[in-house]
């Protein structure tokens, strides 16, 4: 029997490519990352559907407690494509990203198991299309923003006390969740406290998860409270 790493490193037995094509995707709307990773472009949303006024059914799979094995919703809902796809029937999943942090951790993968499993599990575990890698920068860009303006004068009067707005990384790191950034010297910064959160919980990520498109994206990230003044 092969081993769990074996099988993370299966390609998948389609190109992405072809997937799409079944699913009615248009080719223009498809962005590859090489042969088995794909995104799909936001005017996939405004085009008619390839099905026409054909009736689908959703089906929500939430709140499961996984067993012991790890059988919980992302196995479940991949049997269940399996099963309907055995039946013939046109079926398309929709699962969460997995994050590295749990991914490196006691809860593992998102991809399933046993013969319930999306493939290439090691590419769709780690790192992806990068997108985790992308919030992660922009929610630290931000960070770094309001420090640097903290040592250049603090024009905007801001309380060192009442920054609400964390840095994040995509690793389970105990050590880094409360810290005391800006040692090291005048040259270095303002010494404050901080902390860091896992990706996942990012509120850049929150955003992006409920943006209906770019300009609601926008209009989000420029509410966003970043700290309080004295």
């Not at 689908?56 to 059988?71: D, Q």
């Not at 997995?98 to 780690?126: H, V, Y």
Request: charged fraction near 20%.
């Amino acid at each position: 029997m092969p081993s769990s790493l074996d099988r993370a490193s299966v390609p998948a037995s389609l190109p992405i490519a072809h997937v799409a094509e079944r699913l009615g995707v248009h080719e223009d709307d498809v962005v590859l990352f090489g042969r088995d990773v794909a995104k799909l472009s936001l005017d996939a949303l405004s085009r008619s559907s390839p099905l026409g006024s054909t009736r689908r059914k959703l089906v929500l799979v939430s709140a499961i407690t996984p067993t012991p094995a790890g059988e919980g919703k992302t196995t479940t809902s991949i049997g269940l494509g399996q099963a309907f796809s055995a039946l013939g029937e046109s079926v398309c999943l929709a699962l969460r990203e997995p994050s590295m942090g749990p991914c490196l951790g006691l809860k593992g993968g998102a991809t399933g198991g046993g013969q319930s499993r999306l493939t290439p599990a090691d590419r769709i575990n780690l790192h992806f299309t990068g997108d985790f890698h992308a919030i992660t920068s922009a929610h630290n860009l931000l960070a770094s923003l309001v420090d640097n303006h903290l040592h250049f004068g603090n024009a905007l009067d801001i309380d060192p006390r009442r920054v609400v707005w964390p840095r994040v990384l995509d690793l389970n790191e105990r050590a880094l969740r409360d810290v005391v950034i800006g040692l090291g010297g005048v040259g270095q910064g303002v010494p404050r406290e901080a902390s860091f959160d896992i990706t996942a919980a990012s509120e850049v990520m929150a955003m992006l998860c409920l943006a209906e498109g770019l300009d609601d994206l926008r209009a989000r990230l420029e509410r966003v409270v970043v700290a309080y003044t004295r």
